[in-house]
């Protein structure tokens, strides 16, 4: 044998290493182009700018050494998503498409996305085709078994990849059940204990891939769900070597020292696909084909300063055009500015706005509503479709619900401790800060609670006494037409389906009422969106003032005042 033919055989024997890419999506909220179709400028993130990553990582590793995997939540969100889920039903959904001329692999389903309702997400799973659409703990309560696919099966170069999809359960604490009729929501360490050592089994993976609409704050309770669970699933389900969290919006990556107790690379990409979560897995192979090793690793890509993918942009030009025209449509015009900013330190316009428009929906006697956007702007002029989306952000019904005076005043007190501090002096804060010293403009972070929780009312008048603790901080003075307002009566009450199913817990942990007795409590639904009716009742207006109800004030005044100005320029920087 020559020297030649010795080396030669040496290397047919020696172990080979494959260097795979995981890379996932979440929470794209409908973010499919540069564009920001609600504010009409361009924006961050976006599919198209995935596109271009995508695209870097398939030319350097090859095309079969990436795999594409999205999170859920991407059917709600930008009116790209809106339009074609309720409005131009007649074609295959453009998301499904865009996935599909993406290469994706495999997508979970989000809460968002059952909040589409069955005719949306079943269409939608239907135009996906051969791209599985995950919820191994959705189950069709008819016959027990899941009613997505539960997981996907990936092979590639020999190597086998495994990814379960699970879903944050505590949809029924938010959504009406008409949109998830005959459907169950399974705990999701429960159904992962069940699921993991069949697929150990009988997939006998390579990789085992946690793909998990659901984020990382665990001690969370929506209601009796565990809200956020993904780290509980790592912790207390061995075998996975990678999990992608989604559903919080919080970028998250282990490797960064986080979470050291778990064996599997965890990572979050927040949303808007500002950001693409990469996990890295070098595998070695030896001689015989088995994968003998592997070493895993992770990183979050921010994607921002990219060039969107111009063969994407002109694949999907046409929905871009459509959607832009869609957005552009003239409602009517604006007599002035309405500032969300404003509702953050005391009665506002916009909220007026909102309050009246769900009064005169409703036909209720007392609204209940919050600022669903963190910061939002409707501009004096020409009144747009695109302002719609700023004014109520999420797809949710208008419920009329039955409360008693006592339990409205319990709602709001559980509301504005959530919004406010318990001050001493003028020196202290009005909002409730988290602490946190910076945030990105638009989160929530600076907050030690989301805004869409700070609840106000109208068709009452009350104060607000922030040197007060919750139970203390609300005196309702009278209803608004200056008749007595009575902690015993019955009243009909205007609020969103997410409220009036128990979402932010103010109508069971603030008014007390029992999870399972919200059903009961409901008059009355609207069968469309509210933002439907908002649409509708703009229309029929043709135009809106920018009018302040002062039906409600924080107090004392001259504490409130001086805090109020700090805290907005901690806040918004103004």
């Known amino acids: 044998m020559t020297i030649a033919s010795s080396l030669l055989g040496a290397a047919n024997t020696a ?30 993130g976006s599919l198209a700018r995935v596109a271009t990553r995508v695209r870097q990582l398939r030319d350097s590793l090859g095309n079969d050494r990436v795999i594409l995997l999205d999170n859920g939540d991407i059917l709600q969100g930008q009116p790209t998503a809106y339009y074609y889920n309720f409005i131009k039903t007649d074609v295959p959904h453009p998301t499904a498409r865009m996935l599909n001329y993406l290469s994706y692999d495999a997508q979970t389903i989000g809460n968002h996305d059952v909040e589409t309702g069955h005719a949306v997400y079943d269409r939608y799973r239907a135009d996906l085709g051969n791209l599985p659409l995950l919820g191994a703990n959705v189950v069709d309560r008819s016959t027990g078994k899941p009613y997505l696919q539960p997981y996907a099966v990936i092979e590639r170069d020999g190597v086998k990849v495994v990814v379960l999809g699970l879903l944050t359960p505590a949809i029924p604490a938010w959504l009406p059940e008409n949109l998830w009729s005959g ?20 997939e006998k993976p390579d990789l085992l891939v946690g793909l998990f609409h659901s984020g990382h704050d665990s001690g969370k309770m929506t209601g009796e769900w565990r809200e956020n669970a993904s780290l509980l699933v790592a912790d207390q389900v061995p075998g996975f070597d990678m999990i992608f969290m989604g559903h919080d919006h919080t970028l998250y990556n282990s490797t960064d020292g986080k979470h050291p107790e778990s064996k599997a690379v965890i990572l979050n990409p927040a949303n808007s696909a500002g950001y693409l979560a990469e996990g890295e897995v070098t595998f070695t192979r030896n001689a015989d084909g088995k994968i003998v090793d592997k070493k895993v690793s992770g990183l979050l890509t921010p994607l921002n300063n990219l060039k969107p993918d111009s063969a994407f942009m002109q694949a999907f030009h046409p929905e871009q055009q459509e959607i832009k025209e869609f957005v552009s449509r003239r409602l009517g015009s ?3 500015d309405f500032s969300v900013r404003d509702a953050y330190f005391g009665p506002s316009a916009f909220m007026t706005l ?3 428009l769900q009064l005169a929906i409703s036909g209720a006697d007392i609204s209940l509503a919050a600022p669903l956007s963190f910061d939002a702007l409707i501009k004096k002029g020409d009144l747009r479709m695109s302002d719609m989306f700023t004014l109520y952000k999420y797809e949710n019904m208008l419920y009329t619900i039955s409360m008693t005076g006592q339990e409205i005043k319990d709602y709001l007190e559980m509301s504005y401790s959530l919004w406010t501090d318990v001050m001493k002096s003028a020196d202290d804060n009005l909002l409730l800060f988290s602490g946190e010293k910076t945030a990105a403009k ?23 006494d922030v040197t007060k603790p919750q139970g203390e901080k609300i005196n309702i003075i009278s209803m608004s037409d200056g008749t007595p307002f009575d902690p015993r009566k019955v009243y009909k009450v205007a609020v969103n389906s997410y409220r009036g199913n128990g979402g932010g817990d103010l109508l069971t ?5 029992p999870h399972d007795q919200l059903k009961s409590r409901i008059l009355s639904s609207t069968d469309k969106d509210l933002r439907y009716y908002l649409i509708k009742e703009i229309e029929k207006r043709g135009s809106i003032s920018p009018k302040v109800d002062t039906n409600w004030r924080f107090i004392p005044e001259d504490i409130v005042a ?12 103004d």
């Open 562 to 573: 001086p805090a109020a100005r700090r805290d907005r320029k901690v806040l918004f920087g």
């Open 183 to 202: 459907l169950e929501f399974e705990d999701m360490v429960e159904s992962a204990r069940k699921w993991v050592p069949y697929i150990l089994e009988n």
């Open 15 to 44: 172990a080979e290493e494959l260097t795979f890419k995981i890379a996932a999506t979440s929470d794209v909220h409908g973010n499919f182009f540069p564009y920001d179709f609600i504010k009409m400028t361009p924006g961050n």
């Open 509 to 513: 942990k603030g008014a007390g009422i």
């Open 354 to 356: 909102l309050h009246d």
């Open 442 to 464: 638009g989160d929530y972070a600076k907050l030690l609670n989301p805004s869409y929780n700070f609840d106000s009312a109208s068709g009452i008048d009350y104060t607000v």
């Open 334 to 336: 604006s007599e002035g």
